[in-house]
Structure formats: C-alpha cells, structure tokens
C-alpha cells in the first residue's frame, strides 16, 4: 500500500534559522497529490500546502514545497523560522484530489522553534 | 478556516460503554473522512462516506466501530463496546472535490 515517511519526529530550531522538513513517499499511482498539514494544539489540522505537479514550486504563508517524483519526495521549507510556526507537521499522499480518496499520513514532525 | 464541527469535544467512558460522536461537515461538501490520530499522533484513516454511501474503510473486524452518514442529519461514529486503546483523537474532515477540511476532533479517553 501506500506509505509516507517523514525521518524527524522533532525538530528544534532557534528563531530566523531555515527549516526543512522531509518528506518522502511510496505509491504505485504515477499521479499522486501531497500535501503537508499543520496542527497545532487544540486546533483543526489545516492544509499548508499541496501539488501534484512534478518539479513545480508550491508556497503558501512563507512555506514552499517542491514535488519531486524521481526522488518520490516533498520537503517542506521555510527561509526563516518564526516562533509561531511551532506545531505538528505533516506529510499526506493521496491517490487524486477529486475529494473522495483517503490520505495516508505520515506520522509527523513536531516543529519547536526557540528564542 | 474550517467549518466542520465536531461534537462532543471530549468524551470519557468506562471500558466496555458505547462512545458516539458526532460530525457536520461543512455545507456542500459530499465527502465525509473520520481518523483516528492516537497518543503517537499518528493519523489512521477509519471510513469515507459519498452522499451517505460508504466509499472506504478499514477493516474493522472487531466491528466494534460503526459509522453512518445519513441525509439531513450529522454523521456518526460509535463506538460498541469502548477499550482502553480507544483512546484517541478521532478527527472528521470533509472534503468539496479537492482538499480536505478537519475539524477540531473528539477526544477520546477510555478509563
């Protein structure tokens, strides 16, 4: 089945650093959509980003993620952290993005970003 | 922002109580997703409705688990018979024919 893998469970990272998230996928569809989530406590998970356009660059609120498919990866950056950008992150596969297709999660990466 | 709303916010029950909760998704979305995201964080997709039909679901052999969607009324989880690994987040998102949209999730505590 499908599957994504993101390698860090924790990121620590001291204010104005760049962040990157990995994020790298297994799929058997050669069209499949990504998405990288953000929940932070007590709130509703909320979609930062998503693609299914190979090599193109997506952003949104500082945020920019490029969808490689020879690489099957996704990795979430940011130029600069913020204090608020602490939360969970994470990184989802979905076979279309017709509305009906499950997401596979990753199992996430909880962001600290420091003074 | 999201508009699903999810009711209870929190629910406690004993081992082996029902546990129901509750889900509208936002107006004109036909998709219905329900996820269990456990104490790791860790999301697991449970069941799909389309327009009050089931698309995808796990294998609930326990059938423990039961879910429904019916027309004018917010869709449903239960619980049967609730364990101590119950325990979780379980978070109903919705979905317009893109993206989807959680809310902010029942939580679960078995004693």
């Known amino acids: 089945g499908d599957s994504v893998t993101q390698t860090e469970g924790l990121v620590t990272l001291t204010e104005g650093l760049p962040v990157m998230l990995n994020c790298t996928y297994q799929t058997i569809y050669s069209n499949p959509f990504l998405f990288w989530y953000v929940h932070y406590l007590n709130e509703s998970p909320r979609l930062l980003l998503k693609s299914s356009t190979d090599n193109k660059r997506t952003e949104h609120q500082g945020f920019h993620a490029t969808l490689h498919k020879s690489s099957s990866s996704f990795h979430l950056q940011k130029s600069s952290a913020q204090l608020s950008d602490s939360a969970l992150y994470y990184c989802?596969?979905?076979?279309?993005?017709?509305?009906?297709?499950?997401?596979?999660f990753g199992k996430g990466t909880q962001l600290i970003i420091q003074p | 922002n999201s508009k699903v709303i999810q009711t209870p916010r929190y629910l406690v029950k004993g081992q082996g109580q029902k546990a129901k909760m509750r889900c509208i998704p936002e107006k004109g979305h036909p998709v219905v997703f329900w996820y269990q995201q456990n104490k790791n964080n860790e999301f697991k997709f449970l069941i799909n409705f389309q327009n009050q039909e089931v698309l995808q679901q796990i294998d609930m052999t326990e059938k423990r688990f039961s879910a429904e969607c019916p027309s004018n009324s917010p869709c449903s989880l239960e619980i049967q018979s609730s364990e101590a690994g119950d325990s979780a987040l379980y978070l109903c998102?919705?979905?317009?024919?893109?993206?989807?949209?959680f809310g902010p999730g029942t939580r679960l505590t078995v004693l």
């Open positions: 989802a596969l979905s076979m279309n993005t017709g509305g009906a297709d499950r997401l596979t």
């Open positions: 998102a919705s979905s317009p024919t893109g993206e989807q949209y």
